[in-house]
């Protein structure tokens, strides 16, 4: 941090913790110094804040679409006081979200409090295997539809077009800006969002097969109040400050250093952390499974947590991973939303008990159970490091004593991400 606070230059809103970590990673990446707020600052965490991009990471993205507005018009207007100069709202690169919202009816109520009549929405991410072409989502090589995302316990994605989605979530006009716009440079895009208002579009879709489809969209946007996407999108965003003579030299990466014992905390049921998952269990490191069905009939579950990893020298895994099939099961007795409460609940406690142990350095997997971590950890706000894998950078939190985080979505990272984690978190306390 420096000493002679500066004005931010954006303002960032997320629907989740994990999103807005990966949102945060790549500014930083971009040489935007940033800093990531647990809600909305309070005025102890707002004095504090030097940075050229806030990110405001609310847990908006599975509420109802009704509360999700009024939290995130919130959000904007605490970043507007402060003088943001463009708001970007991020969503998940799988365009989370259910036949009810949040991602249309979010973005509408922005664009309105900014009195702006248009904006993008690019959830691609080409680096992690999201792109989008004809406005269809892919996930590698298949359609998000066919990609396990329709199988997600709380936004299954089954449709993916991703117009289709939108307009159901939307009163304005959903419309398309093709790649043959795109690939054709920043004016063919600016003049092409120029047709798009004419017609009465007041979102479009934007393709992107690549991160030069995003630097492009990213240049051709400058000018507008209000941009939506994954991380992705704002590749391009830090390069059009720097153009204007507001950024700073600076390393944007640099985070103090962390001592302390470390654990690994998963509660995604997403395809790759159950790789990341079963790769730690092969390698037969030690591993306590929650078991939701148990901590609805009151056993002591997180006792037991507690107790098998004060019992272990080595790091240990705690998870609640399950397959698709067993997650319906668990939904089918429980309900959905008690069995992801119960999850979040128990792995929040397990956090703080085992940070009354001595742990400091925390690798959660998972948008949720990343929320419910690091509210039960009490972190109001996060310095953003150097980047462990596309989209997931090493954190430490302040003010207070410091913790390391790496808040993973469930959808990220190789199958060896727990290992690389450990070791970036540890390499920070070197």
């Known amino acids: 941090m420096l000493n002679e606070p500066t004005r931010p230059l954006l303002g960032c809103i997320a629907d989740d913790f994990t999103g807005a970590t990966d949102l945060a ?15 909305i600052p309070t005025a102890e965490v ?21 509360d999700a507005v009024k939290e995130s018009l919130e959000a904007l207007r605490w970043l507007r006081e402060r003088g943001c100069e463009q708001i970007y709202f991020k969503y998940c690169s799988t365009f989370d979200s259910t036949a009810a919202g949040n991602i249309g009816q979010v973005s509408e109520a922005l664009l309105e409090a900014l009195d702006s009549d248009f904006t993008l929405a690019c959830p691609a991410f080409p680096e992690n295997g999201r792109t989008v072409f004809r406005g269809h989502l892919f996930v590698q090589d298949q359609l998000l539809s066919e990609s396990g995302m329709q199988h997600h316990p709380l936004t299954p994605m089954t449709d993916a077009n991703l ?10 006009k959903v419309g398309l800006l093709r790649h043959d716009s795109v690939s054709k440079g920043v004016d063919s895009v600016r003049t092409r969002i120029e047709q798009l208002r004419v017609d009465g579009i007041r979102m479009a879709v934007a393709d992107a097969l690549s991160d030069a489809d995003l630097y492009v969209l990213g240049e051709a946007c400058a000018g507008l109040p209000l941009l939506t996407g994954g991380s992705g999108l704002a590749l391009g965003l830090p390069e059009n400050f720097r153009r204007a003579g507001k ?23 997403s395809q790759a952390t159950n790789r990341q998952v079963a790769t730690w269990l092969q390698a037969g490191r030690p591993a306590f499974r929650v078991d939701p069905l148990a901590l609805a009939v009151g056993q002591s579950v997180i006792e037991q947590a507690l107790a098998f990893a004060a019992d272990h020298e080595q790091t240990v895994l705690i998870f609640a991973t399950n397959t698709p099939d067993e997650v319906k099961a668990v939904q089918h007795e429980l309900g959905a939303e008690r069995a992801g409460h119960l999850v979040e609940q128990a792995m929040g406690r397990i956090a703080n008990g085992l940070r009354e142990a001595g742990v400091r350095r925390f690798v959660v997997a998972g948008g949720e159970t990343s929320g419910a971590v690091v509210q039960a950890l009490g972190v109001q706000l996060l310095q953003i490091g150097k980047q462990i894998d596309p989209g997931v950078p090493a954190c430490v939190s302040t003010p ?25 978190l540890a390499g920070v306390s070197a």
Do not use: C, H, W, Y
């Not at 707002?46 to 009704?66: C, E, H």
């Not at 117009?163 to 304005?172: D, H, K, S």
């Open 163 to 172: 117009v289709r989605v939108l307009q159901a979530q939307t009163q304005g």
């Open 46 to 66: 707002a004095g504090q804040l030097d940075a050229d991009a806030i990110v405001i990471a609310l847990k908006s993205r599975t509420v109802p679409a009704a």
């Open 247 to 269: 950024l700073r030299d600076l390393d944007a990466a640099q985070v103090p250093a962390v001592g302390g014992g470390d654990v690994v905390l998963a509660g995604s049921a």
């Open 400 to 424: 207070g004593e410091p913790l390391a985080l790496a808040l993973k979505s469930g959808n990220f990272g190789g199958a060896d991400f727990f290992d690389k984690a450990l070791r970036q």
């Open 25 to 39: 990673n790549m500014l930083v990446r971009g040489g935007m110094r940033t800093v990531q707020s647990i809600g």
